[in-house]
C-alpha cells in the first residue's frame, strides 16, 4: 500500500489490514562516474516496495535528502544537515501515528555514520513522545551484511562499489554508465579535512568491476526477505 497512490478511503480500509508502515529513507549523492545520484533513493524504495507486494503494509513518500558527509564536495550531491533530517523523520512519524499507525521501519539506503545516527536520535526521541509506536531503524547494508556477503568478491566494498552497482543493474540497468574501475578513499586517519572529495576523487569505495545484474537480483531478495522477517519481529515486539 504506496500511501501516495491510495485515495483517503483506501486509506482508511489498508488500516484494518495492518497498522505498519515503512519509510524509505535514502540520499541525493555522487556514486561515481557509473551510478545516478539517486541510488541509495532507488535502494530504499524498491526494497519497500517489493515487500509490500509481499505482504500487507504501508509505505510513506520517501525521504530523497540525507547527510552526506564524505561526498559532500562531489558534483551533485545534495547534503542536509543533521537536524534537518532528525526533525523531518519526527514529523513525519508523528503524523503517521496520527494517522494511526504504530509500527514504524525506518529503512535507510545510505549507510553514512552521521547519516544514521540522525535517524537513530529521532527514533529514540519518538519512543519518548509516542507510547504506542514500535520503532526500528535499519540501513540496508546492515540487513544484507552477513548473507550478502558471501556473494561479493570485495572485501572493502561498501559505496558506489560492486553491491551497489549490482544493485543498480538489476533494478534500473538504464541508469548505469560503463568504465567505473576499482578505487578506495585515502583521507588522513582522524584528522577532519574541508575538501573531501582531494582525498577521494572517484567516490567510489570497492570495485564495480565485480558487479553483474544477477548478484543484484539475489541481493535484492535477501535484503527484501530480512525486512520481511524484521517487520514480524516489530509486530510482534512486546517491551518488557
Ligand atoms: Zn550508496
Known amino acids: 500500500m504506496i500511501i501516495e497512490e491510495l485515495t483517503s478511503d483506501d486509506f482508511l480500509e489498508g488500516l484494518a489490514k495492518s497498522q505498519t508502515v515503512l519509510v524509505p529513507v535514502g540520499a541525493t ?3 561515481g ?5 539517486g541510488t541509495d533513493s532507488f535502494q530504499a524504495i524498491d526494497v519497500c516496495r517489493r515487500l509490500a507486494e509481499r505482504r500487507e503494509v504501508f509505505v510513506a513518500p520517501p525521504i530523497l535528502y ?3 558527509r564524505s561526498t559532500g564536495q562531489h558534483p551533485g550531491t545534495l547534503s542536509i544537515r543533521s537536524e534537518t533530517l532528525k526533525s523531518l523523520l519526527v514529523d ?3 503524523s503517521l501515528y496520527d494517522q494511526r499507525l504504530r509500527n514504524f521501519v525506518v ?3 545510505h549507510a553514512g555514520g552521521t547519516h544514521n545516527a540522525a535517524l537513530l536520535e529521532a527514533g ?6 509516542l507510547p504506542k509506536a514500535r520503532i526500528a531503524v535499519v540501513s540496508e547494508y546492515a540487513l544484507a551484511a552477513a548473507e550478502g556477503r558471501a556473494l561479493i568478491e570485495t572485501a572493502e566494498d561498501s559505496h558506489a562499489g560492486e553491491i551497489e552497482t549490482s544493485r543498480m543493474l538489476a533494478t534500473r540497468p538504464h541508469l548505469v554508465k560503463a568504465g567505473a574501475s ?3 578513499p585515502r583521507f588522513p586517519q582522524h584528522i577532519l579535512v574541508r575538501n573531501k572529495r582531494h582525498f577521494w576523487p572517484s567516490a567510489v569505495w570497492g570495485d564495480p568491476t565485480k558487479a553483474s545484474r544477477e548478484k543484484g537480483l539475489k541481493l535484492e531478495n535477501i535484503v527484501v526477505t530480512a525486512l520481511d522477517r524484521l517487520v514480524t519481529e516489530l509486530e510482534n515486539f512486546i517491551e518488557p
Open 29 to 31: 549523492e555522487g556514486h
Open 66 to 68: 540525507g547527510v552526506c
Open 33 to 37: 562516474a557509473h551510478l545516478p545520484l
Open 92 to 94: 513525519i512519524i508523528e
Open 182 to 184: 576499482e578505487d578506495y
Open 107 to 109: 529503512l535507510s539506503g
Open 124 to 129: 529514540e526521541h519518538l519512543l519518548t513522545t
